[in-house]
């Protein structure tokens, strides 16, 4: 693991944790998606440790060359039984979604999308019966690497991932990959290719997706020896032999680059959006409750940029 990835929390900042969740829980109005509770959440969040809102500030500003930060020794473990419904969500306040709420508000805005899991802004990363083999959060197979919502014009530029229960072997592992150390990789002629507009990135079938209309994008942009990136190894493709080489190049550099994080209850990985992918190892479910669970949410460090696609107060993007 990367000198600049972990953060462990002591004892003593977690219980002061706890104690700031277990308010938010017992306040009204105890929904998550309200735009008071949000506002609450955000107020509380000044309230926590002070290393820990350092090591928070420090990785907005710049998140390293993980592009990752991961917290450990969080409160807010499993306390029912694993949800395996497709779409599952977290509607009612738990110490759970208010540790990730409080974690991300420190970064910026919550965000969700109105046609992903219904809007909630804490989502539920759960395998679902049926949908093993799925290229989504409910499959259990290997999860390509990609950026989150690569596809959107306004895609997150955080995705927070807040394990509540580990799968039963332990396995399951989140897969990062940061552009900044694959770039080197790559030689220049190829960061030229990924630098036009040769890819597109399909869009779900929720999202309208039909990979008749996809725009064109470049999948590296900006500094060229410190790019951002915009690519779903599942769902993007070259629009011609050279850009498909290009992207069969970015994903050996992307691949050679990945680290595994095996993630426990109580670690909340912070995923830096524009420049590192993610994905996970296979693992396999029993659907008896105690599978493996994620919170999740979306961050945006600008929240006015997303403006015309959602209500002033609002934090769904339609």
């Known amino acids: 693991m990367s000198n600049d990835l972990a953060l462990t929390l002591t004892d003593a900042e977690r219980d002061g944790i706890a104690a700031i969740a277990r308010d938010l829980v017992a306040a009204p109005p105890r929904v998550i ?9 955000r107020s509380a969040a000044a309230g926590l440790p002070v290393r820990l809102r350092r ?37 009612e306040a738990s110490v759970g979604s208010a540790v990730i709420g409080l974690l991300s508000l420190h970064l910026g805005e919550l965000i969700a999308y109105r046609n992903e899991k219904s809007g909630a802004l804490v989502q539920n990363v759960v395998p679902v019966p049926g949908l ?36 039963h072997e332990r396995v399951a592992g989140l897969q990062l990959s940061c552009i900044r150390r694959a770039v080197g990789a790559l030689p220049d002629a190829i960061r030229a290719v990924l630098a036009e507009p040769r890819f597109t990135t399909q869009a779900p079938p929720s999202f309208g997706g039909d990979g008749a209309d ?21 769902a993007t493709s070259g629009g011609d032999d050279e ?25 909340l990985a912070l995923v830096d959006n524009r420049v590192t992918l993610h994905g996970r190892t296979v693992f396999t479910p029993r659907y008896d409750g105690n599978d493996r669970w994620l919170h999740r949410t979306f961050v945006h460090l600008d929240h006015r940029r997303s403006r ?5 107060a609002g934090h769904v993007l339609a």
């Open 214 to 234: 996809a725009p064109r994008h470049a999948v590296l942009t900006g500094e060229p020896t410190d790019p951002d990136i915009q690519v779903d190894f599942h």
């Open 55 to 91: 090591r928070l500030q420090d990785f907005r500003h710049d998140p390293g060359d993980s592009g990752a930060l991961l917290v450990r020794n969080l409160p807010g473990t499993a306390d029912r039984p694993t949800p395996a419904e497709p779409s599952s969500v977290e509607r």
């Open 308 to 312: 015309a696609l959602r209500t002033r």
């Open 33 to 41: 998606d309200d735009p008071s509770w949000v506002d609450d959440c």
């Open 132 to 167: 093993e083999e799925q290229q989504s959060n409910a499959g259990s197979t290997r999860l390509a690497m990609h950026v989150e919502n690569a596809f959107h014009p306004r895609r997150p530029d955080y995705v927070c991932l807040f394990c509540i229960r580990a799968d």
């Open 243 to 267: 850009a498909k080489n290009a992207l069969e190049a970015l994903f050996e550099a992307v691949t050679g680059a990945a680290e595994t994080l095996p993630l426990q209850p109580g670690d």
